[in-house]
Nanobody, 120 residues
Framework: QVQLVESGGGLVQAGESLRLSCAAS????????LGWFRQAPGQEREFVAH????????YYGDSVKGRFTVSGDNAKNTVYLQMNSLKPEDTAVYYC?????????????WGPGTQVTVSS
């Protein structure tokens, strides 16, 4: 079983930066993928980014490419989302998620989420 807890959300102005953290407890194996999603009120959940725990391969959603960076610290079992040049449309609840590539094909562990609000 894996537990995920996000932190670092808050209220910022457009153009500013914010770093989210996701602390993972339980067995995070090298076959895991950890990712970030977001959901704004009245909208579908949107993929933001993910990173493979073994090789650090990253992948980003089109709306955040060039502005957001996902990284991981294996020693701390923590994944980060550095968000730069924030825009009001980045306002959402951000969720950390994980799955084991060796056993699943979709994210099946989720954190409770952290609110990010970007004012114009």
């Amino acid at each position: 079983q894996v537990q995920l807890v996000e932190s670092g959300g808050g209220l910022v102005q457009a153009g500013e930066s914010l770093r989210l953290s996701c602390a993972a407890s339980g067995r995070i194996l090298s076959t895991y993928v950890l990712g970030w999603f977001r959901q704004a009120p009245g909208q579908e959940r949107e993929f933001v980014a993910h990173i493979t725990w073994s090789g650090g391969t990253t992948y980003y959603g089109d709306s955040v490419k060039g502005r957001f960076t996902v990284s991981g610290d294996n020693a701390k079992n923590t994944v980060y989302l550095q968000m730069n040049s924030l825009k009001p449309e980045d306002t959402a609840v951000y969720y950390c998620a994980a799955y084991d590539l060796a056993r699943n094909s979709r994210f099946n562990y989720w954190g409770p989420g952290t609110q990010v609000t970007v004012s114009s």
